[in-house]
């Protein structure tokens, strides 16, 4: 059993800052990327953030500047740290790890973390 766990959502003022934390755990030999996606009731998951295990990383536009994405191999975490947030953010946060376990490859999703930027 492989799966990913994500922490750290919330509400906070436009301006401020919160970090998003996931790990991943079970029978993992590997970690290709890790990412960030977010979506809005009704609307289609959109990638915000992700990181392969190289160090390489891909931002949504919108957030770029502002959200910085880290990942710990050793550990099979990855962060994101969000700063000078908008309303705009408030999202459900969705941490996906794709991996190669001891069951094959797999694409992990987690259950999800609410943020929520008031203006």
């Known amino acids: 059993q492989v799966h990913v766990v994500e922490s750290g959502g919330g509400l906070v003022q436009a301006g401020g800052s919160l970090r998003l934390s996931c790990a991943a755990s079970g029978s993992i030999i590997s970690i290709n990327a890790m990412g960030w996606y977010r979506q809005a009731p009704g609307k289609q998951r959109d990638l915000v953030a992700a990181?392969?295990?190289?160090?390489?990383?891909n931002y949504a536009d919108s957030v770029k500047g502002r959200f910085t994405i880290s990942r710990d191999n050793a550990k099979n975490t990855v962060n994101l740290q969000m700063n000078s947030l908008k309303p705009d953010d408030t999202d459900v946060y969705y941490c996906n790890a794709r991996v190669i376990a001891s069951i094959g490859y797999r694409e992990l999703w987690g259950q999800g973390t609410l943020v929520t930027v008031s203006s």
């Open positions: 990181i392969t295990s190289g160090g390489s990383t």
